[in-house]
């Protein structure tokens, strides 16, 4: 059975880094679109990024493009999104989601659109 699982998240004073792991227990990285969704108290789950299968597509959202980005772990089983320069409005549940699998160059930031999700981490930036 897949399953993904969230980890790395934690509390951080403004300006700091995360490194939020997305761990599967099968080969994620080349096979589905991935991507980060966070949720905060009383409001709706947002999109934060995503990754399409073969990596040739990404997206970020306006609220943290060039803070946020993906990278690739030694495991094939494992996605990386580096958190630098954390605000106070980044706190929320960070959950991983994947799509497909697929060999197309989709990256969707439509929640429905994916089918797998992990449990969350909790983010939380405050001084």
């Known amino acids: 059975q897949l399953q993904l699982e969230e980890s790395g998240g934690g509390l951080v004073q403004p300006g700091g880094s995360l490194r939020l792991s997305c761990a599967a227990s099968?080969?994620?990285?080349?096979?589905?679109?991935i991507a980060w969704f966070r949720q905060a108290p009383g409001k709706e789950r947002e999109a934060v990024a995503c990754?399409?299968?073969?990596?040739?597509?990404?997206e970020y959202a306006d609220s943290v493009k060039g803070r946020f980005a993906f990278s690739r772990d030694n495991a094939d089983n494992t996605v990386i999104l580096q958190m630098n320069s954390l605000e106070p409005e980044d706190t929320a549940v960070y959950y991983c989601?994947?799509?497909?699998?697929?060999?197309?160059?989709?990256?969707?930031?439509?929640?429905?659109?994916?089918?797998?999700w992990g449990r969350g981490t909790q983010v939380t930036v405050s001084s």
């Open positions: 989601a994947a799509g497909g699998p697929s060999s197309q160059p989709i990256c969707s930031m439509s929640a429905g659109w994916f089918g797998l």
């Open positions: 099968v080969s994620i990285a080349d096979r589905y679109v």
């Open positions: 990754r399409s299968s073969r990596g040739s597509v990404t």
